[in-house]
């Protein structure tokens, strides 16, 4: 078996024992760096150039992030961990460029063997106890389009500004953002700012 490179994201201090002790005991599983915050996480990337990375899903602010480190490190496969994540987040994640999302509750031979999967480029999803609705009760959820035109919104350029850098009408670009603004709540690029900021 090819050995697996991983880097690890910050988890809280039982998940992240946890996981390290994990790591540890499979011979084929080498950790090159831990406890990285997710603001560090991108050049934790570039640095070591891992097979894996493993994401808290609690500490991302939006699902855009996991694009983002998708788009930058398309090789790495990233592997989210969530606290009881729904079909409909995990679906997310996955549109996003994560290769697996499970539950922080999942059992170690079961992370280990979703490691393994990943690093190989296989999707991973979490198994359903039927506890679920077949679609999710709470948010819509952004198409991956809907975050692209996020991030260029998020970094305050106009409409004309973002469809010229997407390649396409900016009637698109107002469509897309009435869209955005609708499943995230808010009424103007303000309230915009500061949800994405808090």
């Known amino acids: 078996m090819e050995r697996v490179t991983i880097v690890l ?11 390290r002790s994990l790591i ?17 996480l991108e050049a934790a990337l570039s640095e070591h150039r891992a097979r894996v990375a493993i994401i ?18 398309p090789d790495t496969r990233l592997l989210v961990l969530a606290n009881r ?5 995990c679906n997310q994640m996955l549109a996003f460029g994560a290769t697996a999302c499970l ?4 059992e170690s031979r079961d992370i280990l063997n979703a490691i393994h999967l990943a690093s190989r480029g296989l ?23 809907e975050a692209d035109v996020l991030e ?18 900016v009637e698109t670009v107002r469509t897309h953002r009435r869209n955005i603004y609708r499943k995230l709540g808010v009424r103007t690029r303000r309230e915009l700012a500061s949800l994405t900021q808090g």
């Open 56 to 73: 808290n899903f609690g500490s991302l602010r939006t699902p855009v992030e996991v694009n983002r480190l998708h788009t930058a490190h």
């Open 152 to 169: 260029h919104l998020q970094s305050g350029r106009s409409n004309a500004e973002i469809a010229l850098a997407l390649s396409v009408s």
């Open 85 to 89: 994540p729904t079909p409909a987040e």
């Open 24 to 40: 540890a005991e499979d011979g084929n599983i080498e950790l090159l760096a831990g406890d990285v915050e997710l603001d560090a």
């Open 9 to 19: 994201g910050r988890f809280e201090d039982l998940i992240a024992r946890g996981l």
């Open 123 to 145: 999707h991973v999803l979490p198994r359903t106890t039927g506890d679920f609705a077949p679609e999710p009760l709470g948010p819509e959820l952004l198409t991956p389009r």
């Open 103 to 106: 539950s922080k509750e999942t």
